[in-house]
């Protein structure tokens, strides 16, 4: 479930409206922040860059907080609420909670999925809602778009041969360059054993395996042709899970992950009924099977859950080399708590004795619940980082599962929300030109504020000016460190009729030219004579 009980809190956000902060590193265990003084999502804000992220604050922080040096990579997180100021994208964050990136002018709602190896290189996944809003039960029809170090599209992928297009809890992108995808067409059912009509419906969800290249579908699975609705433990005719109408379909099966395995196998994962791993392997034909090889968990579990490893409501289950598995236990939903706090589990299962046991938990700093989404992920150095879905927190964890520290984006009670939080390496360097705004507050002083949206090799900044139009001639004017999203600089002087910037690089090498801009506003390009100097990305 995605957007849990956002109405709820509907008031709540006109009475408590976030507070901005001009843009500053993360907050270190601020008690105003985490009990609402300062709003259920407060933000940041900047002189001219037209953007207001969330401002984190680092509920548990480290010693060096809000540095948090320890940690390598960006975050790579997607808010989800009524109460955000800022919203149809998700960010790139440093660990210091300030911003590198935000996947604006996709859509209304745009969930940033993380990287993926895409034909050898590292891309940049979204899922973009087709202008529906998803729904209570949290799922929705869009596409995927993979973007490239530059930010520029060199793929889009949805679902072939559906009624709907991909839903946003999933894509994995395959070492055979395919996407696997989750979709939620409605069917038509017998329901009358459940309560419902004879000629009932259900979200009838369906992993498919696309080709990237053509976008046709090698493989899809439907859940009705393999699961009875007989399995699921989520009531039938609630608000939450649908009442069995062409309309409030019931959501019987709730797939929320997949995963293809190197010997062709997909995992499956049903917040409905537990894990579900099924035979793909190719038949003659070249024809899949969706034969379920076993199931983990629910009514009709091939495996014995040892003490610790018991897991309901589960999300992002993925295989983690040869007999180990982590994966989200939510251990609670709207209607029910199975266990005091949710956890990031890792578990070692054996495949000849058919048992699962606990390898190590993570616990929320709070011990609290989440009643839907949330992710794990291992790290290559066998640390963690556990998104707490519903609940607007993810944490870091050492290697055996004890946690390290722990960020917020919202309040608590909100209802804002993050399906997944990853922590991934990235490098960004934009097509696009970077951005400025020259403004002259005090005679004989320029300030002008420049940014990059998605740069992550920006070390500084030069200010460059010129006196004529034709011919633009630029002259070094001042520089400035590059610290925050939005870096100010300044020249004390006169002379000067358009101003230009130029992102340098640690080595002092530019990256890219912005265009030139005049005090009016007036924008020209850059001068024919400047080139870059900072080696392609490779």
């Given at each position: 479930m995605l957007l849990?009980?956002?109405?709820t809190?509907a008031?709540l956000?006109?009475l408590?409206?976030?507070?901005?902060a001009?843009a500053?590193?993360?907050?270190?265990n601020?008690?105003?922040?985490?009990s609402?003084?300062?709003?259920?999502?407060?933000y940041?804000s900047?002189?001219?860059?037209?953007?207001?992220?969330?401002?984190l604050?680092?509920?548990l922080p480290?010693?060096?907080c809000?540095s948090?040096s320890?940690?390598?990579g960006?975050?790579?997180?997607s808010?989800?609420?009524t109460g955000l100021?800022m919203?149809?994208?998700g960010y790139?964050?440093?660990?210091?909670g300030?911003m590198?990136y935000?996947?604006?002018?996709?859509?209304?709602?745009?969930?940033?999925?993380?990287?993926f190896?895409y034909?050898?290189?590292?891309?940049l996944g979204?899922?973009?809602?087709d202008?529906s809003?998803?729904?209570?039960?949290g799922h929705?029809?869009g596409?995927n778009?993979?973007?490239?170090?530059?930010?520029?599209t060199?793929a889009?992928?949805?679902?072939?041969?559906?009624?709907v297009?991909?839903?946003l809890?999933e894509?994995h992108?395959?070492s055979?360059n395919?996407?696997?995808?989750t979709a939620?067409p409605?069917?038509?059912?017998?329901?009358?054993?459940?309560g419902g009509?004879t000629?009932?419906?259900?979200?009838?969800?369906?992993?498919?395996e696309?080709d990237?290249?053509t976008?046709?579908?090698?493989?899809?699975?439907?859940a009705?042709?393999?699961?009875s609705?007989?399995?699921?433990?989520?009531?039938?005719?609630t608000?939450?899970t649908g009442y069995g109408?062409a309309?409030?379909p019931?959501d019987?099966f709730h797939?929320n992950?997949?995963?293809?395995n190197?010997d062709?196998?997909y995992l499956?994962?049903s917040?409905?009924y537990?894990?579900?791993?099924?035979?793909?392997?190719?038949?003659t034909?070249d024809?899949?099977?969706g034969?379920?090889?076993?199931?983990m968990?629910g009514?009709n579990?091939n495996f014995t859950l040892?003490?610790?490893a018991n897991?309901t409501?589960?999300?992002?289950?993925?295989?983690?080399?040869?007999g180990q598995?982590s994966l989200f236990?939510?251990g609670a939903t709207?209607w029910?708590?199975d266990?005091?706090?949710?956890q990031g589990l890792l578990?070692?299962?054996?495949e000849?004795?058919m048992t699962?046991?606990?390898?190590?938990?993570?616990?929320?700093?709070?011990?609290?619940?989440?009643v839907?989404?949330?992710?794990v992920?291992?790290?290559?150095?066998g640390?963690s980082?556990?998104g707490?879905?519903a609940?607007p927190?993810?944490?870091?964890h050492?290697?055996?599962g004890n946690?390290i520290?722990?960020a917020q984006?919202?309040?608590a009670?909100?209802?804002?929300?993050?399906?997944?939080v990853?922590l991934?390496d990235?490098?960004?360097r934009p097509?696009?030109p970077?951005?400025h705004?020259?403004t002259?507050?005090f005679?004989?002083?320029i300030t002008v504020?420049?940014w990059w949206n998605?740069?992550?090799?920006?070390?500084s900044?030069?200010?460059l000016?010129s006196?004529l139009?034709?011919p633009?001639?630029?002259?070094?004017?001042?520089n400035?460190?590059?610290?925050d999203f939005e870096?100010?600089?300044?020249?004390s002087?006169?002379?000067y009729?358009y101003?230009?910037?130029a992102a340098l690089?640690?080595?002092?090498q530019v990256?890219?030219?912005?265009?030139?801009?005049?005090?009016?506003?007036?924008?020209?390009?850059p001068a024919d004579n400047q080139?870059?100097?900072?080696?392609?990305?490779?």
């Amino acid at each position: 479930m995605l957007l849990h009980s956002l109405s709820t809190f509907a008031l709540l956000t006109l009475l408590s409206l976030p507070l901005s902060a001009i843009a500053s590193v993360a907050y270190c265990n601020n008690q105003d922040y985490e009990s609402g003084a300062l709003g259920e999502s407060p933000y940041q804000s900047y002189n001219a860059a037209p953007f207001q992220p969330v401002q984190l604050n680092y509920a548990l922080p480290t010693a060096d907080c809000p540095s948090n040096s320890q940690v390598s990579g960006y975050f790579m997180i997607s808010p989800l609420g009524t109460g955000l100021h800022m919203t149809g994208g998700g960010y790139i964050m440093n660990p210091n909670g300030t911003m590198v990136y935000f996947s604006s002018g996709f859509g209304s709602v745009v969930i940033l999925r993380g990287v993926f190896t895409y034909q050898g290189e590292d891309h940049l996944g979204i899922w973009v809602s087709d202008g529906s809003i998803p729904t209570p039960s949290g799922h929705g029809s869009g596409w995927n778009i993979l973007l490239d170090r530059s930010y520029n599209t060199v793929a889009t992928i949805t679902t072939s041969g559906l009624s709907v297009g991909a839903d946003l809890h999933e894509l994995h992108i395959t070492s055979n360059n395919t996407a696997i995808i989750t979709a939620y067409p409605t069917d038509e059912t017998d329901l009358s054993a459940y309560g419902g009509s004879t000629t009932g419906y259900v979200l009838n969800p369906v992993a498919q395996e696309i080709d990237i290249a053509t976008g046709e579908a090698i493989f899809t699975w439907k859940a009705l042709d393999h699961v009875s609705p007989s399995e699921c433990y989520a009531p039938f005719g609630t608000t939450s899970t649908g009442y069995g109408t062409a309309t409030d379909p019931w959501d019987y099966f709730h797939m929320n992950s997949i995963q293809k395995n190197d010997d062709g196998t997909y995992l499956i994962s049903s917040r409905q009924y537990g894990h579900t791993p099924f035979d793909a392997r190719l038949l003659t034909g070249d024809q899949p099977t969706g034969e379920i090889l076993w199931r983990m968990g629910g009514k009709n579990s091939n495996f014995t859950l040892n003490e610790g490893a018991n897991f309901t409501w589960q999300h992002h289950a993925r295989f983690r080399g040869s007999g180990q598995l982590s994966l989200f236990d939510n251990g609670a939903t709207e209607w029910e708590q199975d266990i005091p706090y949710s956890q990031g589990l890792l578990l070692d299962y054996d495949e000849s004795a058919m048992t699962v046991s606990l390898s190590s938990a993570r616990a929320p700093y709070d011990r609290t619940n989440t009643v839907s989404q949330g992710s794990v992920e291992l790290l290559s150095d066998g640390t963690s980082v556990v998104g707490w879905g519903a609940m607007p927190y993810f944490s870091g964890h050492d290697t055996d599962g004890n946690i390290i520290w722990s960020a917020q984006f919202a309040v608590a009670s909100s209802g804002i929300a993050s399906y997944r939080v990853f922590l991934n390496d990235w490098t960004g360097r934009p097509s696009t030109p970077p951005s400025h705004q020259v403004t002259s507050p005090f005679s004989g002083n320029i300030t002008v504020y420049a940014w990059w949206n998605g740069a992550t090799e920006v070390a500084s900044w030069e200010l460059l000016g010129s006196r004529l139009l034709t011919p633009l001639k630029a002259t070094s004017l001042s520089n400035a460190s590059k610290t925050d999203f939005e870096t100010t600089l300044v020249y004390s002087g006169s002379g000067y009729a358009y101003y230009q910037v130029a992102a340098l690089n640690a080595n002092g090498q530019v990256l890219k030219y912005s265009n030139f801009t005049a005090l009016d506003g007036t924008t020209f390009g850059p001068a024919d004579n400047q080139t870059v100097t900072a080696a392609p990305l490779s």
